[in-house]
């Protein structure tokens, strides 16, 4: 069956670090997400891509946040100066269509920011 | 922000009966519901979704009701089995007008199902 992947599974960073954390959604799909989850919180979504643009953000994805699709099969997430805040599980996820189709989720990257 | 909001924070149920997991949200302009469970160290897994022009939707030991006057909604899985043993997330989806399609999660219910 068709997964998303992600990786690395686990990142240590020192603050002010930049990181990538890599995904490669399921290969027919056409739209991409970005969550993270902060320990002992809820899942909170950052950012949506379609079409090799980004179509919605949230509050949490400011300047020090990007996505990128270099290639036919990877999804990144670049977070340019990490914070010790930052320090949360991130979820990649996909799906076929829009509205009315489920998001698939890859197992999620641990950040660890010291 | 609490636009969707799972009140049990856990339950425990015998193995065999029925497990009715709870959600309630507030923004009227969710119109796509959803439930994922969750185990440690992994992703979400989708289990069942709901349109907010059904009030039920059913697939396998899994039914899901929506009652949107009452903005709530709830997951039954009958009969449970230990292996249901996980964190439960309700999602939420806002209007066909939302491009982003972002879900706005709950905080999870913890299912415990002893043998």
């Known amino acids: 069956e068709p997964e998303v992947t992600q990786t690395p599974s686990h990142q240590v960073t020192q603050m002010g670090q930049e990181v990538i954390l890599r995904c490669v959604p399921i290969?027919?799909?056409?739209?991409f997400y970005w969550y993270r989850q902060i320990l002992g919180q809820k899942v909170e979504f950052l950012v949506s891509f379609y079409n090799n643009e980004i179509s919605e953000k949230s509050e949490i994805f400011d300047d020090q946040f990007s996505v990128e699709r270099p290639d036919g099969s990877n999804f990144t997430l670049k977070i340019r100066s990490t914070k010790l805040e930052d320090s949360a599980m991130y979820f990649c996820a996909s799906t076929e269509r829009g509205l009315g189709y489920e998001q698939y989720f890859g197992p999620g990257t641990r950040l660890t920011v010291t | 922000d609490q636009q969707v909001k799972q009140n049990s924070p856990s339950l425990s149920v015998q193995e065999g009966r029925i497990s009715i997991l709870n959600c309630d949200y507030t923004?009227?302009?969710?119109?796509?519901f959803l439930w994922y469970k969750k185990y440690p160290a992994e992703g979400p897994t989708f289990l069942i979704s709901i349109s907010s022009i059904k009030d039920k939707n059913e697939d396998g030991r899994f039914t899901v009701f929506l009652n949107k006057s009452a903005k709530h909604l709830s997951l039954h899985i009958v009969p449970s089995q230990p292996g249901d043993s996980a964190v439960y997330f309700c999602a939420a989806s806002e209007g066909w007008g939302n491009a982003g399609n972002m879900l706005t999660f709950g905080g999870g219910t913890r299912l415990m199902v002893k043998p």
């Open positions: 923004n009227s302009m969710f119109d796509y």
């Open positions: 290969s027919n799909h056409l739209y």
